[in-house]
């Protein structure tokens, strides 16, 4: 395997009904901003429970943080933190509200202006220290200290992280997934399935616990997957299907292994430009890299059809295609559509997607700069 | 599965030659203690690789921490580290180097006497900060917060830990284990694999994902253990041992399950008790309980028997007998005893080990205390 160095200091807090933890890992006096997103916390009681979990701390609250939150929006909560001298933040909600407190968190205290973070990639000096209640399963945020937040004035969507975004703690309560729609339940697989795969399906390095640890959470996913999203009051399969959305992307699996992400980043571009949900666009394009960058993966496909798919008859070619197959019917099979033409897409679309990869310095991409431009129009093209 | 906090504070670094971040992570003007054993570090190399990455620190040393490191020998490090105002240990060695240095950190800020943290349980308050360079894979003390320690004076050995225990960072430099002598490396690789069974071959609480983590890392011992043990100067292997064993034991794959133990407290009896080493008795009792324990975790062990070594024939019961079959033949592939015969025990050893196991409130034992004293008998003697 590779060298690699990993630590991750997030306090984890697994189960139901665990708020009153929320105040004894916020330090005594602190002024709390806690971060949500459209409101579905005051309906399910999710809100009321953290209020009540912080009784007597001096709390603010900011609200309507959107999915793939907006760096405009974000800005606004970054002007009541400065103003009111803000010093923790407890996100409540999935991946875009933490991800949007992280911005939030470093932007707070920077001097010039936060899209640096972006666009001259000045790294994050200081944060304020923030926790999570986590509300939707899926992007690993909660376990991680990256964040994605995009730009909607220029449609564009960027990565930034910084070891000083780890939250200190994240509650993880299967029960605030009670009343979460079944699409965001949908995306949420697709998305902590997709983790997984780029931080695996790439080229091998010799290091079987980190493929059988990959290869563990995507036979959960299959296993628990569809049930989670139309059992919506299986409350031990939400949990499973949390645990497994933390670790697919806590840093744990991508120790000492090479990384993909090619399909994350077609994907952001695809988000930005016509508006389709982050696990839909994921769903759309893994089926084309894993197809036309079979070569180059061929080891690792096949592997990944054996052990995860179980199939072990026919070509190693036959192999790759059947597994393709089932990944593709995996996310259908969630309610995803897996075509760009099923979302109405214009017809010049890979030619924008690519424009807009370029403008972002994203050619070549994927392992080892695999994916050139030729390459990621025909991944596109292939999914129209 | 059940309520759980996970938090694991430790910096892995893992890879060859990377004692240059020993400095980055020791804060400036430390006065250091080193800590070893028996003095191998100083043949093979590691000893002067780590003094040339202390340079410039104030470097003290205390070698001949022995297996099973006692209470009487860390007492006396105890007292250079308060007579010198050693500020930061780094520990250079296996599990027994750095359990001891954890008894080590704790005692030299304690006031009574530093056996009350076994005796009467008393909690750590303070410990002086330490990190480790690890050299045998097998305890995964290198990034968890317990120890355990050997009172020589009455053959008493005791576990004891503390979230203020953690190391703050940990070398895994595979090319450390060049040097290992063959049964040190099968004893490790035993030890690693009954830290995953305790956590894993107890009850269903519905936890698909951790059981699979644990099963991924008993098809990897299984996949690499001989090969590990047979091929010294494989060092890819010995990289992926490590990363096993170290996974085996660090809080992760016991989250949010029961956990068993039963096998770990026995052989800990009959080391303190014969001098057998940990990884052997471990080997000689876990066949035992698995078998006198069939009903209680008839589920699990079938489990184990179909996925992690492909029995899928026959009745439960027959699963069950040829999965304790395949387990101890794997120990005798690495070269270890399975039957406490085979290390002389007296004859009268059963009574002594469950007079040693009453007399520590060790009875009774496994998950939910389903090994009584009758059991616990029927356990050992079934494995003379």
């Known amino acids: 395997m590779l060298n690699f160095q990993y630590v991750n200091p997030v306090r984890i807090i697994f189960g139901e009904a665990q708020y009153q933890e929320i105040s004894k890992n916020i330090p005594a006096g602190s002024k709390i901003l806690i971060t949500y997103g459209g409101g579905s916390i005051k309906k399910n009681g999710v809100y009321d429970n953290v209020m009540q979990a912080l009784n007597?701390?001096?709390?603010?609250?900011?609200?309507?943080?959107?999915?793939?939150?907006?760096?405009?929006?974000?800005?606004?909560?970054?002007?009541?933190?400065?103003?009111?001298?803000?010093?923790?933040?407890?996100?409540?909600?999935?991946?875009?509200?933490?991800?949007?407190?992280?911005?939030?968190?470093?932007?707070?205290?920077?001097?010039?202006?936060?899209?640096?973070?972006?666009?001259?990639?000045?790294?994050?000096?200081?944060?304020?220290?923030?926790?999570?209640?986590?509300?939707?399963?899926?992007?690993?945020?909660?376990?991680?200290?990256?964040?994605?937040?995009t730009k909607e004035e220029t449609k564009e969507k960027r990565a930034f992280g910084s070891p000083l975004l780890y939250p200190k703690f994240s509650i993880l309560d299967p029960t605030t997934t009670k009343s979460l729609p079944v699409s965001q339940r949908a995306n949420g697989v697709a998305d902590a399935f997709v983790h997984v795969i780029e931080q695996y399906l790439t080229f091998s390095v010799n290091a079987p616990l980190q493929d059988r640890f990959a290869e563990s959470i995507f036979q959960t996913l299959i296993e628990i997957g569809e049930k989670y999203v139309k059992?919506?009051?299986?409350?031990?399969?939400?949990?499973?299907?949390?645990?497994?959305?933390?670790?697919?992307?806590?840093?744990?699996?991508?120790?000492?292994?090479?990384?993909?992400?090619?399909?994350?980043?077609?994907?952001?571009?695809?988000?930005?430009?016509?508006?389709?949900?982050?696990?839909?666009?994921?769903?759309?394009?893994?089926?084309?890299?894993?197809?036309?960058?079979?070569?180059?993966?061929?080891?690792?496909?096949?592997?990944?059809?054996?052990?995860?798919?179980?199939?072990?008859?026919?070509?190693?070619?036959?192999?790759?295609?059947?597994?393709?197959?089932?990944?593709?019917?995996?996310?259908?099979?969630?309610?995803?559509?897996?075509?760009?033409?099923e979302y109405n897409v214009p017809a010049n679309a890979a030619d924008e997607i690519l424009n807009a990869l370029k403008e972002h310095k994203m050619i070549p991409i994927g392992e080892r700069g695999i994916i050139t431009e030729e390459k990621a129009r025909e991944i596109i093209k292939s999914r129209m």
Chains 1, 2 share one sequence.
């Not at 009051?233 to 299907?241: H, K, M, P, S, V």
Request: aromatic share 8%; hydrophobic share 45%.
């Open 56 to 149: 007597g701390f001096s709390v603010m609250e900011f609200g309507g943080i959107e999915a793939n939150p907006h760096y405009e929006t974000l800005m606004k909560a970054v002007e009541i933190v400065r103003a009111n001298k803000i010093d923790y933040i407890l996100a409540v909600g999935g991946g875009s509200v933490i991800d949007g407190t992280k911005f939030i968190c470093a932007a707070a205290l920077y001097e010039g202006d936060p899209w640096d973070f972006f666009a001259k990639r000045v790294p994050v000096q200081k944060a304020i220290p923030f926790g999570t209640v986590l509300t939707i399963p899926a992007t690993g945020s909660e376990m991680n200290s990256g964040a994605v937040i």
């Open 231 to 341: 059992n919506l009051d299986d409350i031990e399969t939400a949990g499973n299907l949390i645990w497994c959305a933390t670790m697919g992307l806590n840093g744990l699996i991508g120790c000492g292994v090479p990384q993909d992400w090619a399909t994350h980043m077609i994907g952001h571009e695809i988000t930005a430009l016509y508006g389709i949900d982050h696990g839909q666009t994921l769903s759309v394009i893994l089926p084309g890299v894993m197809n036309v960058m079979r070569e180059e993966k061929r080891a690792k496909i096949v592997q990944y059809a054996e052990r995860v798919w179980n199939i072990c008859e026919g070509s190693d070619d036959q192999k790759i295609d059947a597994a393709i197959e089932k990944t593709e019917a995996f996310f259908r099979s969630l309610g995803i559509k897996t075509r760009l033409s």
